[in-house]
């Protein structure tokens, strides 16, 4: 099992962009999915964005065409890329490693406001 580290989050105004990143301790290349979530106060965790060993990616029908999913087998780091951010967008974005484990970070906090 991974231990999974998120960062990148912070404060950013509607319209601009976050590129948020995940560490794992170990080699994430023969994980079957990586993925992203969220959790806004008062509503429950729900997936963002999930790429699979081979490549394939699924994407929550709110962020498709704003966000990018990617992984860096080699660095061992997986990447949201967060472009035109909207206010309904803040959460706490967690990373999940999903195998014949389920493994998740403590998350990092992305807030879109003016």
């Known amino acids: 099992q991974v231990q999974l580290v998120e960062s990148g989050g912070g404060l950013v105004q509607p319209g601009g962009s976050l590129r948020l990143s995940c560490a794992a301790s170990?080699?994430?290349?023969?994980?079957?999915?990586m993925g992203w979530y969220r959790q806004a106060p008062g509503k429950e965790r729900e997936m963002v964005a999930v790429?699979?060993?081979?490549?394939?990616?699924n994407y929550a029908d709110f962020v498709k065409g704003r966000f990018t999913i990617s992984r860096d087998n080699a660095k061992n780091t997986v990447y949201l890329q967060m472009n035109s951010l909207k206010p309904e967008d803040t959460a706490v974005y967690y990373c999940?490693?999903?195998?014949?484990?389920?493994?998740w970070g403590r998350g990092t906090q992305v807030t879109v406001s003016s």
């Open positions: 999940n490693a999903d195998d014949y484990f389920d493994a």
């Open positions: 170990g080699s994430i290349a023969s994980i079957y999915a």
């Open positions: 790429i699979v060993r081979g490549g394939g990616t």
